[in-house]
């Protein structure tokens, strides 16, 4: 499109960003370029000012916008610009202060996934929410991938009858799964361990396919393949030698290795950033400080009787998933492979024969299987990114009919079997989601929820 075009007369929507890291082009871009007749940009915050200035770069050059008035204090950003949307995307823990603060300040909020990364801190966004009135979406962008949507259209539809039981696996490779021991994701206190910040994903997919609401965890987990300890007692003492590996001759073969110098955006990114925000993007793999899980596994139980069985490995030679949906007339099963990714939304699911990825097989009861056509889709997360940006910066989004679109308390539901899967995991016992934070107690369907 032409982003030269004379701007609109219309009152724009104004938004404003915290945390101009990896992830945040997914909200900026669009903004930018395919939706500036609509929405306005009026802030952006981020402690690095050398990660804001990347970002007013890039805008300038690519979509000619700017200066945006731009912010290392998210407090005076909030008064300064009063936008209408804060979008919120820093690291999980903070999540739930910047969208505390926006829902105060009166503005609707979109916040990335996980909504945050325990009970204490959902409670304090449910009872803004309740407060202020203002509205918060929860970025689930893997809902809005073709083959997941065709999954909860068969289940919807009543192709397997009434779901019972889910089987759900989901690998990581020594690649992308080997990237969240780098950084701020490998400690609990900043991410939540992988049970947020990633299976959050996976189990608001449960929870939407089946449209319903969890209600018991069992979970065990351990760190068994990154960490010092783990190196040494494999004999990859070499491994564990320096603390990080840009600019180390001695890591030159290691295949863990992460290169910051050699990609023009890590290194504008996180590399040139590293003198005014201490965030050093590739600490090595094998090193001592790291506290969260890379093997875990979930008994997940539902208000309305349905059962999951889940795991997630963070060290596998290849990376997906596979779902095994039983009902009580029929059974799914849908894998995806996945390209591995670093930088966040170059990730891509690829179709085709060669690497032909998506898989959707039903069989019936009493019936032959059969495969079921997947559309394709182009566009980061297997082209969940251009829809959930349609939804959130077009004037007149399309209706959803799946009901892809997740509020808080939708975003609560899948946040809090994290939160009951570390809980479980220290106690050894099940944990009762309505002990961490009741959610409505009438509700029986995930859509009965905001
Ligand atoms: N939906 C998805 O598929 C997906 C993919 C990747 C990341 N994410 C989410 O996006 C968010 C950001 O991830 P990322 O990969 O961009 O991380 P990142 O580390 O690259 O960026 C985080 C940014 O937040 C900034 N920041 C930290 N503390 C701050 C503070 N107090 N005030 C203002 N800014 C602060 C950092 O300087 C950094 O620029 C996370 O919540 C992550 O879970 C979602």
């Not at 829902?103 to 803004?128: M, Y």
Request: aromatic share 8%; with cysteine; net charge negative.
């Amino acid at each position: 499109m032409n982003t030269m075009t004379k701007p609109s007369t219309l009152t724009k929507k104004t938004f404003a960003l915290v945390g101009t890291g990896g992830r945040s082009p997914i909200f900026l871009d669009p903004i930018a370029g395919l939706y500036r007749d609509s929405c306005q940009l009026v802030g952006l915050c981020d402690t690095s000012p050398t990660r804001r200035r990347f970002h007013q770069q890039r805008l300038s050059q690519e979509y000619q916008i700017g200066p945006v008035p731009d912010y290392g204090d998210f407090d005076l950003m909030l008064r300064e610009t009063r936008p209408e949307v804060v979008m919120v995307c820093t690291p999980d823990y903070l999540h739930h202060e910047f969208i505390v603060k926006s829902l105060e300040s009166g503005a609707d909020v979109i916040s990335e996934k996980p909504l945050t990364i325990d009970a204490g801190k959902c409670r304090q966004i449910f009872e803004a929410v309740q407060k202020s009135g203002r509205k918060v979406r929860t970025i689930f962008n893997m809902r809005w991938s073709p083959g997941v949507g065709k999954v909860r259209e068969l289940i919807a539809g009543g192709a397997i009858g009434r779901v019972r039981h889910i089987n759900f696996e989901y690998m990581l490779n020594t690649s992308h799964g080997a990237d969240y021991f780098r950084r701020w994701h490998s400690r609990k206190e900043f991410s939540g361990g992988l049970l947020l910040h990633k299976a959050t994903h996976h189990f608001d997919l449960l929870n939407w396919w089946m449209n319903a609401i969890p209600s018991t965890v069992s979970a065990l987990g351990d760190l068994v393949f990154y960490g010092k300890k783990n190196a040494l007692a494999r004999g990859d003492a070499p491994l564990t030698k320096y603390p990080r590996y840009t600019g180390v001759a001695e890591a030159e073969n290691d295949p863990f290795r992460l290169d910051l110098g050699a990609d023009p955006t890590m290194r504008a990114l996180y590399q040139n950033a590293e003198a005014d925000s201490g965030y050093i993007r590739d600490q090595n793999v094998f090193r001592e400080d790291i506290d969260i899980e890379d093997s875990m596994s979930l008994l997940i139980k539902y208000r309305t009787g349905e059962m999951v069985s889940y795991s997630l490995n963070a060290y596998c030679p290849e990376e997906g998933f596979r779902a095994a949906i039983s009902g009580d007339k029929g059974r799914i099963v849908y894998t995806e492979k996945h390209g591995s990714h670093i930088i966040t939304g170059a990730s891509k699911i690829i179709h085709g024969d060669e690497e032909a990825t998506v898989h959707l097989q039903l069989q019936k009861h009493f019936s032959e299987p059969c495969l079921v056509d997947v559309p394709k889709a182009e566009g980061g997360h297997g082209g969940g990114d251009p829809l959930i940006q349609e939804q959130m910066f077009s004037p007149h989004p399309p209706a959803d009919p799946l009901k892809r679109s997740a509020g808080h308390e939708q975003g609560a539901a899948s946040l809090l079997i994290g939160a009951a899967g570390n809980l479980s995991m220290i106690t050894g016992q099940p944990v009762s989601l309505d002990d961490l934070l009741p959610l409505p107690p009438q509700a029986t369907q995930l859509t009965d929820l905001v």
